[in-house]
């Protein structure tokens, strides 16, 4: 009989990695995303909001956060923070991989507040 995966705790501020779905091929790919939501999203409904992340490298757009320590975050390479690209994703799905530099995350909290949605930032 197989057992459920455990859900794991996600604090606003980790950066995990999720299964991320390319329509143009059947593969299923790990890709590195922030949580914005309160831990307790995830406890109480097996859910977590996420905002993208991608490599440094690619074409930059307006609102990215360059993730000052992303070796502490978990992160292969140098990467950025897309604040205005937020999915709802199942919790039990997330690989924690790191945390972001307290530098990084005033910068993430200012441009959520920016969006409208300062409430993200709360302490949960």
């Given at each position: 009989m197989p057992t459920a995966r455990a859900t794991p705790v996600c604090d606003p501020f980790d950066v995990v990695a999720l299964p991320f779905p390319y329509g143009e091929r059947p593969v299923r790919q790990r890709r590195p995303a922030l949580v914005i939501s309160a831990s307790f999203?995830?406890?109480?409904?097996?859910?977590?909001?996420?905002?993208?992340i991608t490599a440094r490298a690619n074409p930059a757009q307006p609102g990215d956060i360059a993730i000052a320590d992303w070796a502490e975050a978990g992160l292969p390479i140098a990467s950025v923070i897309r604040p205005g690209k937020i999915a709802t994703v199942e919790a039990d799905r997330l690989e924690i991989l790191g945390r972001l530099d307290p530098a990084t995350i005033a910068q993430v909290q200012e441009a959520l507040s920016r969006l409208g949605a300062a409430w993200l930032t709360r302490p949960s």
């Open positions: 999203l995830a406890r109480e409904q097996g859910l977590a909001w996420v905002a993208m």
